[in-house]
């Protein structure tokens, strides 16, 4: 054992004593806050988009599109801005869109030395109102969507009292709502509150971490290997230590530096939980701890690292480059990221059969239980799955020792019938 | 005592392709053995069978009075053809990993590195990154991680492949005092001085198959002598001399001719000079050459059946 806690020892020092690997750990958190504030700080370095409206409806609905944007407003940044349509009057809509369009398009700018950003012009039409809008930027809706619900609004409300109806019953009407309340027997008070969908969500942020832990930490496995392959030093380990210490040592020592980061942002985002919603955080700790969750998830964590750090560690004792690599990555991306693609499932239909059947697929195993185990699934299903991962895992490791030794000895480009012929050594 | 190394009837084949056929030979402790043969001769299969790196189709194999090369691989030192090493870790922290593998203890281990280091003139550099080194530097220092941990048994395999003439010499001087310190050193080379200045023993293999196993003079002795002759003659006037063969001749400056011929085993040199004589012919220079290592090696390996023009 000791050979392995060496190799591991160095393994994880190569990794943890470059710059890179600091700048990578710190550039997540800064990644998410990035995240977080980016929509902001946009929205306040960009001046809400200018808004001409032209009315030929004969209804007054630009009042009530002004009246839109300052609920909409309501302390923040205004959605919009009105200004007046450069040009007026305009002899009717097809005048107002030919003669507004030319600002939309060029650098013109409207009277007051801003560019115009989106027309709406209002016309009849068989009883009821269109709406053209005319952007500058095709893919923003939101004006659009504001103007088009202020006008429904209002000729809605038109409409009605027309119909004799009162206004202020129309605008009494337009308060009421239903009040809902979530209840499941799975709740602790009945009652479905935050508390009882944390479990969910912190299972399938543990999927999403697995997935990025294994991705990560065999990105790393398959670059060390192809450097010591390349260069020989696995031929020089082999001929010191068995090929299974050399595995677990490389496989140990990227768990470890894959544990640093994890440790490292679980503290980073503990702090800040406890900081900013300390209640939060005494629950998500209640749920790890008193579920049973934080067992089944190192359970799975485990499995799931080691069924793809085995696969990885091999491959990478085939190549010579990591382009040689390539040949296989691709397939085994597809492979790992159909997990991704179902998990968000999870929270909302764990018991699903689709899901079900693929947390019985042993690359999905550990990814579809973390994700559905803490929707309480049938403790057979559980138990399974941890039997087929070990089992798939233990098969795993026993083809790939001697693979691993043959790839390693061999040399030359990658090719795919000896890594083939490689993982069928252990049944010559 | 028994060999270092005794390989018996051993046989290595991928698929079709027979890597090693039916090699036998013994490696005495102490000793240096020069394992030689072409490119493709089956000598990195037969050195990697030995470390138990490579399962034999059939034969046995006995590393250090074992079977079975892992309980032994703390005793052997191994230096692969083609070598590299972390890049990124200094000399001093390489050897002192690698020593550890081989069950050296840490400070042991890095005491010892620093040590060879500086009896290698590598004392400036060991705490440099290895990728910081120069190409032959980075070389001694991967050859001494093999020696780090004092190995009873050190297989190097093509060890001078890369080196410039002068840490080609070092090597040599290093083998030496291995050998000399009692260790067993089997090295892999396809160049033949280095095998005819260091060697006790020498096995050469062609197509995996043993050609020789003995000493260097005995190598030696399978190829003929030949006899070198030098003068203003015409190139045919040797043609029907007892006991020359395959007459090579080259035109020298000055209108003079050098002759290379094979000396007929049976015919002694003293002969054929006499006929020379009693022929009248010109001569400058008459000179009887013994084989060297690379004409048995070429003639043994049958890679030119003649070594006649062989300078």
Known sequence: MTHVWKIAAREYAAYVQTLGFWLSILLLPVGFFVLAVAPTIVQRATPPPALAVVDFSARHLAPEIARAIRLETAGGAPPARLVPAPGAPFADAF?????????????????????????????PAGGTVAVDIWSRQVADRSVAGLVSDAVDRAIRRQALARAGVDPAVVAAIDHVSASVTDFSPKAAQGKVALRDRLPGLVGLGMGFLLWMSVLTGAGMLLGSVIEEKSSRILEIL????????????????????????????????????????????ADLADILLARGLLFYFAVYFVGGYLMFATLYVTIGAFCESPREAQ???????????????????ALARPDSPVLTVLAFVPPFTPFMMVARVAADPPPWQIAATMALMAAATALEVWVAIPAFRSGALTSGRFDLRTFLAGLSRRLD | MGAALA????????????????????????RILGFLGPNGAGKTTTLRMALGLVRPTSGRISILGQEDASKVRARIGFLPEE??????????????????????????????????????????????????????????????????????????????????????????????????????????????????????????????RKVFDGTVAAARKVAPRSVVLEGPFAGDVLSGLRGLNGLCVERLDGGTLRIVATLDPSVPAQIVLGEVFARGLPIDRFELREPNLHEAFILLTAARPDVGCAQ
């Open chain 2, 7 to 30: 390989i018996d009837r051993l046989t290595k084949r991928y698929g079709q392709v027979l890597a090693v056929d039916d090699l036998s030979f013994e490696a005495s402790r102490g």
């Open chain 1, 238 to 281: 082999l001929s010191s230590v068995a090929v299974w210490q050399i595995m677990a040592g490389k496989i140990l020592g990227v768990a470890g530096v894959t544990a640093t980061v994890l440790a490292l942002w679980v503290t980073i985002a503990g702090v800040v939980v406890a900081v900013r919603y300390p209640s939060l955080g």
């Open chain 2, 83 to 208: 070598r590299g090493l972390y890049r990124r870790m200094t000399p001093v922290q390489a050897m002192t990993f690698l020593a550890g593998l081989k069950g050296v203890k840490t400070a042991q281990a890095r005491r010892r590195a620093g040590e060879l280091l500086d009896s290698h003139g590598l004392g400036e550099a060991k705490h440099r990154q290895i990728r910081r080194l120069s190409k032959g530097m980075a070389q001694k220092v991967q050859l001494l991680s093999a020696l780090a941990h004092d190995p009873d048994l050190v297989i190097l395999d093509e060890p001078f492949s890369g080196l410039d003439p002068v840490n080609q010499l070092s090597l040599e001087t290093l083998i030496r005092s291995l050998a000399t310190r009692g260790a067993t050193v089997i090295f892999s080379t396809h160049v033949m001085q280095h095998a005819e200045r260091l060697c006790d023993q020498v096995v050469l293999l062609a197509a995996g």
């Open chain 1, 327 to 345: 040949t296989l990555l691709g397939p085994m991306m597809i492979l790992i990221s159909v997990p991704l693609m179902f998990m968000g499932q």
């Open chain 1, 95 to 123: 005048d107002a869109s030919r003669r507004l369009r030319p600002f939309l398009a060029g650098p013109s700018v409207v009277a007051d030395g801003e560019r115009l950003d989106v027309v709406a012009i209002l016309r």
